[in-house]
Each structure stands twice: as structure tokens, then as C-alpha cells.
């Protein structure tokens, strides 16, 4: 492939192409890197400064160890080595003409003591530091909007963070 | 001893009588977070009084990395020691700062800077 003009260019300062990039890894924490990798190029298309794409890809990053989080704490430890994870995370990333909504998706059942523990971090003052809290404090810092709610499909969790482009935090 | 993951390489190194540095390089995730850990932990039961934590070549670190870091000073601490951060890029010295974490870490430009600094991990 040849290189393009200038012109040819999306981050020329145009409007992005409107789309929606979806990608679905393993809940596992060798996965989280890949899902940085996607947001970074689809971030990048939006004319975002380079903090704000930091910024977005460490909070999908956060997003995503959440679910591993409470994946682990369900199954009360991390998976042996090899073994295979048995809940996923889909990543959904859409792109408008202001905006970035990315939405964190996974299927680890969220009953019990599991249930809302997101929410409950973002909602949470405790004295106690840990780094699910952490995770939850960075997302609200980092994007201009988040929302963690039942997935809608099974009983899994949906993140939603939203970015805009005309924003600075 | 020397500690590798594709995204992460953590490498102790001797700096004085009392001093102890581990110099990172790569991304301080979820996934490579408990290497970090390790590392600290091993320096902590070795009775190490002054840490040195090098965030010169890190890329990325997340909450779980920033929970480590907590931990190591909190156990540093416990055992009469302390853990000193240095040279983070400026995308981690926000982190610091946007989390308050920069009032819990003590943070350094450089080495000798830490080593100026005096305390369990100076000099």
C-alpha cells in the first residue's frame, strides 16, 4: 500500500467516520493489553490530545481489570495457569461526531457479594484503599462520563464511559 | 533475582549499604502487576531498610500497579524502612496527582535527588 496525501488523512482535522469497533477477549489480565491496543487506534482517529487518549485507554484498561476483579473474587482466586477463562469481556467502541462512548461488557454473574461491587466503588468513600476503588475513582477522573449498569444481555456488567472531544479532563 | 514478562522487567539492584533499587521497564498492569509485587515483597523479607522504586522506563501503570506501590510503601513502613518513587514520566506523575496519591509517595526527579533526600533510603 502506498502512502496517502495528506488530505486522505482522518485526523486531519475532519469529522471521524462514524462506527462502532467491537472486540471481545477472555476475562483474563494477559487480554487487557490487546483491548488498550484497540481504544488506542480508535481514540486516535478522534483528534483527542495525547492525554486524552491516556486517559481513555487507561480507563478501559480500568474498566476491563474491574471485571477481572470480580471474576477472580468469584471464583476466590485468579485461574491456574492454562486454564481457560470462563467469562468474557466485549469492548464496544462508537464514534460520533463528538464523542467516544466505549462500552466495557462483561458476563461474570454479578449475584451477591460480586453484585454492583463497581457501582459501590464509585459510590464509596471508604478508608480503605484498594485497588478496585482506585480503578473506579481513575475512570470518574478520567472520562466525562461513566455508568456501570446490568449488561444487557445475562447477568453480567456493563461500563460506560464517554469521552467528548471537545473536553479537556 | 531479575523478573520478565513480555510487558514487564523488573531488575534489583544493589545501591548502597542500606539502599536497594528495583528498576522497572515495560507496563505496570493488571496482568503484570503481581511481578512487581514479588519483587517488592522479596526486598521487604531480605530486611531492605531504603527502597528506590525506578519508574523511569514505565509506560503505563494502572490501579492495580498504584495498589502495589501503596502496599510497598505501607510495608516499608511497618518494618522501620521506606520506599522512595523516582523519575516517573509526567503521564504518571498526573496519575499521582489526580488520585492524591503524590501526598502518600515520596516522589523523586532522580536517583541521586532520592539518595540527597536522606531518610532509610538515602544516603
Known amino acids: 500500500m502506498s502512502s496517502s496525501s495528506s488530505d486522505a488523512s482522518p485526523s486531519s482535522g475532519g469529522i471521524p467516520t462514524p462506527g462502532t469497533v467491537t472486540l471481545t477477549i477472555p476475562c483474563s489480565p494477559e487480554f487487557v493489553g490487546t483491548a488498550r491496543l484497540t481504544i488506542l487506534g480508535v481514540a486516535g482517529r478522534m483528534g483527542f490530545s495525547y492525554d486524552q487518549v491516556e ?29 481457560t477463562p470462563e467469562h468474557s469481556i466485549s469492548i464496544r467502541s462508537s464514534v460520533d461526531a463528538g464523542r467516544l462512548v466505549v462500552e466495557v461488557e462483561d458476563d461474570v454473574p454479578s449475584g451477591n457479594a460480586a453484585a454492583g461491587a463497581a457501582a459501590a466503588a464509585l459510590g464509596g468513600a471508604g478508608d480503605d484503599v484498594n485497588p478496585v476503588e482506585l480503578g473506579a475513582l481513575l475512570m470518574e477522573i478520567l472520562v466525562d462520563e461513566v455508568s456501570v449498569e446490568p449488561a444487557t444481555e445475562g447477568s453480567g456488567t456493563r461500563v460506560r464511559l464517554v469521552k467528548y472531544a471537545a473536553g479537556d479532563s | 533475582m531479575e523478573s520478565n514478562s513480555m510487558n514487564l522487567k523488573v531488575t534489583p539492584r544493589r545501591v548502597d549499604d542500606s539502599t536497594q533499587a528495583l528498576d522497572l521497564e515495560g507496563e505496570v498492569d493488571v496482568y503484570t502487576a503481581p511481578i512487581l509485587r514479588q519483587e517488592i515483597m522479596d526486598q521487604v523479607d531480605a530486611g531492605v531498610k531504603g527502597l528506590l522504586v525506578n519508574l523511569e522506563k514505565v509506560e503505563y501503570l ?58 532509610a533510603a538515602g544516603g
Do not use: H
Open chain 1, 55 to 83: 486517559d481513555i485507554r487507561l480507563a478501559v484498561g480500568e474498566a476491563c481489570a474491574n471485571a477481572i476483579e470480580r471474576s477472580n473474587r468469584r471464583r476466590g482466586g485468579p485461574p491456574a495457569d492454562g486454564q
Open chain 2, 62 to 119: 494502572d490501579s492495580t500497579g498504584l495498589g502495589i506501590l501503596i502496599g510497598g510503601v505501607k510495608r516499608m513502613k511497618e518494618q522501620g524502612g521506606a520506599m522512595k518513587l523516582v523519575g516517573p514520566s509526567a503521564r504518571i506523575t498526573r496519575i499521582f496527582e489526580i488520585t492524591g496519591l503524590n501526598r502518600i509517595f515520596d516522589v523523586y526527579a532522580s536517583e541521586s535527588d532520592a539518595l540527597a533526600s536522606g531518610g
